[in-house]
């Protein structure tokens, strides 16, 4: 079946696109321009849900989360994990906002670097096969040597106006304890190894039309998409004179990442202020004495921005009890919807 593609047709529409067999539908979707609604992609948040209507689908992982008995009941299937097997229809609403910005691509990448940035978050660049472009913000699926299943990692950089410059995908990662993912990336993959990428992805791009002062909340390795944000908002002649309010939340002292990246930027010193929480200061991992704010990254915004908060643009990314927090409290804020920019994961 390598390499068979069929048709996969919207119901109800005039929208129909090819799915290759080893492909999903949502990923076949993206790349061909269709606004097919999606948030995690790994199978968590069910945004990607679809009715079978017509023909026969297969499921990547049929332990998905957020695939339930009931769906396997009423043959409603996640476009993140069902590969096709026949042409098929299917019903679903598109939604605009998940039309991509760049068409998704699966290719070759080596990796070129590593560095520290803390004792668990590091830096790895990858220099791909073939140069693809990605909006400040976005992230990728990486497939690595011997992992089960792909990992959604943020970009860091941005790329510029020299079409090479798309073959450089810099991502921040954090190591998770005894994860299948942490042991290949961090422990056996050497300096020229090769992995596979599919991106980009995500909604939480950069809007460099927004006449807003911009906010960028930031936990863990959600650092990544929110340098991506800061480095895309300072090259964009669109955004010149627009502030930008840098914010990290981290555990201990240890884990407080980010101002050099930022202060190393064009422009950093006039438009960039950042600032980082620590909720736990003495933990007893926090090896060094901290002076700086304790407490929820989500407090300190709300304490710092306030009712200004409401007038400006917000991008933020990191551990889900963190994104929830913040979300509550930008609601609370009153900061419109469509002012709001972030990729649930879980």
Avoid at 64 to 78: G, I, M, N, S, V
Avoid at 92 to 104: F, M, Q, S
Avoid at 242 to 262: K, M, Q, S
Wanted: hydrophobic share 40%; proline share 8%; aromatic share 8%.
């Amino acid at each position: 079946m390598a390499g068979q593609q069929f048709r996969v047709r919207v119901a109800g529409s005039d929208v129909a696109f090819d799915c290759a067999a080893d492909d999903t539908v949502l990923r076949a979707a993206q790349r061909a321009g269709i606004a097919f609604p999606y948030e995690c992609n790994v199978g968590s948040c069910a945004n990607c849900k679809f009715e079978l209507v017509e023909g026969e689908v297969a499921m990547r992982w049929a332990q998905a989360p957020a695939w339930t008995e009931r769906d396997r009941q009423r043959k409603r299937y996640l476009g993140c994990q069902a590969e096709p097997r026949t042409d098929c229809t299917i019903k679903l609403r598109l939604e605009p906002r998940c039309a991509p910005p760049h068409l998704p691509r699966h290719v070759g990448a080596v990796l070129q670097a590593r560095r520290d940035l803390t004792h668990d978050l590091h830096e790895f660049s990858f220099r791909l096969d073939e140069p693809v472009r990605f909006e400040p913000g976005q992230y990728a699926l990486a497939y690595l040597p011997g992992v089960t299943g792909p990992r959604a990692w943020s970009m860091s950089n941005v790329v510029g106006d020299d079409p090479e410059s798309g073959r450089v995908w810099e991502f921040q990662v954090r190591r998770v304890p005894n994860g299948q993912g942490s042991a290949a990336l961090f422990d056996a993959l050497p300096i020229g190894a090769r992995v596979e990428i599919d991106g980009p992805y995500g909604m939480a791009w950069l809007r460099r039309e927004a006449p807003r002062d911009i906010v960028c909340i930031a936990g863990g390795s959600g650092l990544a998409p929110m340098l991506s944000i800061a480095r895309g908002a300072l090259a964009e002649p669109r955004l010149d004179g627009r502030a930008l309010h840098f914010f990290y939340g981290a555990r201990t002292p240890a884990d407080v990442c980010g101002e050099d990246l930022l202060r190393a930027l064009p422009g950093a010193a006039e438009r960039i202020r950042y600032v980082a929480a620590v909720s736990n200061p003495s933990a007893p991992d926090a090896v060094d004495a901290w002076a700086g704010p304790i407490g929820f990254v989500h407090d300190e915004v709300r304490q710092r921005i306030g009712a200004h908060l409401a007038g400006m643009e917000v991008y933020f990314a990191g551990p889900p009890a963190m994104a929830t927090a913040v979300q509550r409290m930008l609601v609370d804020a009153g900061v419109p919807t469509e002012q709001t920019h972030f990729d649930a994961f879980y």
